[in-house]
Structures are given as structure tokens and as C-alpha cells.
């Protein structure tokens, strides 16, 4: 059963080591098949050198496991509960990616100092609330999706593709998986400037808003112009 989906799956995966992102067992990736309302997960637990493709466990929308010998990521609920409220998300990363989580152990917002940042993410890289004790009691996992969801609300999830849980660390999204893995990549690429800048000039300002809009728009929406056009 989605055979290729779980290749696809597997190989998103092995690209969170392969760029610095993941220390032991420490993250995952899925994706989901909008068609059959199915999506894949990277099991939990599993070391990244022993992990195959057939590893990977397929999970319908009601939080049921519908394929897989092991049991999936312990995020899976988060991952979740994103899928049924963003509509336009086929991928989902979580990491613990040095930078942006420490970003997150600090409780901040990554602020928008320049070009790289403003290329990929419209604005600052939101940090969400803690969870409360019955929340975390209750349904820990869960209640993490529904806390990013409910900050989304009435924002763009699609302009600001990334998003830090306090204490915890970061998730990424994209139209598919490795559109969300190259997302975390960016994101904690972003943040290491960030903490670099902040350093070096402890009263920094963030990027004038005119240039933060210049460099989101020209890669993104109607009048985008940055790269190749397609000849399909």
C-alpha cells in the first residue's frame, strides 16, 4: 500500500541527517495522499542507518494505523491534526535542530533580519504558548497540533511555513515532504543567522518591511520572478 509514498516517505527522512538536523533519533517526517486520505510516517524510535522503506507505517485520518509492523512517530498525532486543519499541506517535519530549538527553549519569536529569512518566511517565525499541565495530561501530542492550528487561525500557514513550540522545538511544512525537509533546512539556517546577528549587534532592528517585501514576493505569488520558468 503506497509503496511510493513510502519510498518517498523514507527518503525525506534520511535527508534530516544527511543536512545536520536530526542527533540520534530525534525527528521525522510524513506525508500525505490527499486522494486516499492516508499518510506516511516514519516509525518510532528506529535508527536512521537500520530504517527502510518498508519500515514506514501508513496511518489513516482518524489517528488509526492502516499498515506497518512498527509503531509510527510519537508526533504523529501533531502531525495529525495539522493535515485535517491546513488543507494545503502535503508534508510535515519535526526536528530538534540545535538553533531554531533553542530559539524555541527561549521562549522568542525569530525575527525577520534579512534577505535569506524573508526569501522563504513572510515575518517573523512565530513561537506558540506552552501547554498547559491538562493539556500535556490529557493528550500531549494532540493538543501540540491544536495549539499551532489555533495560532494560524486566522494567518498564513502557507507565507509562514514554520512554526516553534516553546520549550519543545521546531515543525516545518511544504506541499510535500522534501518541500518541507528543504523548509527546515532554511528554518534553521535562519535561525543560526539570527542568534549570529544578535551577537554581533546586541540592538539589531529587523529587515525594513519594503525589503522583506520585496524578496518574499519576488518568489512567491502572481508576479513572482526569481528562477526559471517552467516549460510544462
Not at 510524513?30 to 486522494?35: L, V
Request: charged share 30%; with cysteine; proline share 4%.
Amino acid at each position: 500500500m503506497l509503496e511510493e509514498l513510502k519510498e518517498k516517505v523514507y527518503e525525506a527522512n534520511m535527508l534530516l541527517p544527511k543536512h545536520g538536523l536530526v542527533t540520534f533519533t530525534w525527528g521525522n517526517v510524513s506525508e500525505i495522499d490527499r486522494e486516499s486520505g492516508l499518510f506516511v510516517i516514519k516509525p518510532s524510535g528506529v535508527d536512521y542507518e537500520k530504517m527502510r522503506p518498508k519500515d514506514m507505517v501508513v496511518m489513516n485520518l482518524k489517528g488509526e494505523k492502516v499498515e506497518g509492523d512498527l509503531n509510527p512517530s510519537s508526533d504523529t498525532p501533531t502531525h495529525l491534526e495539522l493535515y485535517k486543519a491546513f488543507d494545503k499541506v502535503g508534508g510535515i517535519v519535526h526536528t530538534h535542530s540545535s538553533y531554531a530549538t533553542s530559539w524555541a527553549q527561549a521562549g522568542r519569536n525569530i525575527p525577520c533580519y534579512g534577505t535569506t529569512h524573508a526569501d522563504y518566511i513572510y515575518g517573523q517565525v512565530p513561537c506558540v504558548r506552552n501547554l498547559s499541565k491538562e493539556e500535556i495530561d490529557e493528550a500531549y501530542e494532540k493538543n501540540t497540533g491544536l495549539i499551532i492550528i489555533d495560532y494560524f487561525k486566522d494567518k498564513d500557514y502557507e507565507a509562514v511555513p514554520c512554526v516553534l513550540c516553546k520549550n519543545h522545538g521546531p515543525f516545518t511544512w511544504g506541499k510535500d515532504a522534501f518541500e518541507a525537509v528543504h523548509n527546515a533546512v532554511v528554518l534553521e539556517e535562519v535561525a543560526k543567522m539570527a542568534y549570529r546577528t544578535e551577537l554581533i549587534n546586541k540592538d539589531v532592528k529587523e529587515a525594513p518591511q519594503e525589503l522583506k517585501d520585496k524578496h518574499y514576493y519576488r518568489k512567491h505569488g502572481a508576479n513572482a520572478y526569481y528562477g526559471q520558468k517552467s516549460n510544462n
